[in-house]
Every structure is written in structure tokens, then in C-alpha cells.
Nanobody, 122 residues
């Protein structure tokens, strides 16, 4: 599966932004989807994940209550709605896919998008 992330940009603290990740292929609904981010000089970290049906979601503690992950299997797309953005949310955001159950481990994901940059100014 090929993934294409979009929706990043330069925003001020407190506003909202929605990222999208479009997937190619007919088996999108078979994949467990995740969002990760990598800030300058830091390791890539887990942000959120959603299961195949979209009914179950998981979040990093730092974004819980502010970010919402969702998916539309009919459109082969996963979303990350980011509210109340903070400067510490500044990073390149990546979507990723894996065949298997929930995981927040970077190395367990099989496919990655190219990343979209989110910059939050104070």
C-alpha cells in the first residue's frame, strides 16, 4: 500500500488543523493505521492509531483529548484532527500502516507516507 499524507502547515498556537492520509490499493480496510511525528533532533514517536473498522482508537498521552484519529474506508483515507495545537506539536507527521493488531512501536509498521510538516508558532 502507498500512503500520501497532506494537510500540514504553519499555524498559531490554539488553532486546529486536520491531516489526511490517502492510501492506494483495494485492501486499505485490512490495515491498522497510525500517525507518528518526528520533531527536529528527536526520535519518531507514536501519536495515534485506529483499528480496521475505526471503532477503536489509541492516543499518546501528550495528545489525548486534543487529537482525534479517524478513517473512512470507502475513501481509503485516515485523518488526524488536531485541536488546541501547541508549539511542542511542531513536527513532521507521518501516517503508517501495518498488518496486525495495535502497536505504538515505530518498527512494527510496514508502510509509511512521506510526511507532512506541521509548525505551530507561539
Amino acid at each position: 500500500v502507498q500512503l500520501q499524507a497532506s494537510g500540514g502547515g504553519l499555524v498559531q498556537a490554539g488553532v486546529s488543523l486536520r491531516l489526511s492520509c490517502a492510501a492506494s490499493g483495494r485492501t486499505f480496510s485490512s490495515y491498522f493505521m497510525g500517525w507518528f511525528r518526528q520533531a527536529p533532533g528527536k526520535e519518531r514517536e507514536f501519536v495515534a492509531a485506529v483499528n480496521w473498522s475505526g471503532r477503536n482508537t489509541w492516543y499518546a498521552h501528550s495528545v489525548k483529548g486534543r487529537f482525534t484519529i479517524s478513517r473512512d474506508n470507502a475513501k481509503n483515507t485516515v485523518y488526524l484532527q488536531m485541536n488546541s495545537l501547541k508549539p511542542e506539536d511542531t513536527a513532521v507527521y507521518y501516517c503508517a500502516a501495518r498488518m496486525g493488531p495495535y502497536s505504538d512501536f515505530v518498527g512494527s509498521y510496514d508502510y509509511w507516507g512521506q510526511g507532512t510538516l506541521v509548525t505551530v508558532s507561539s
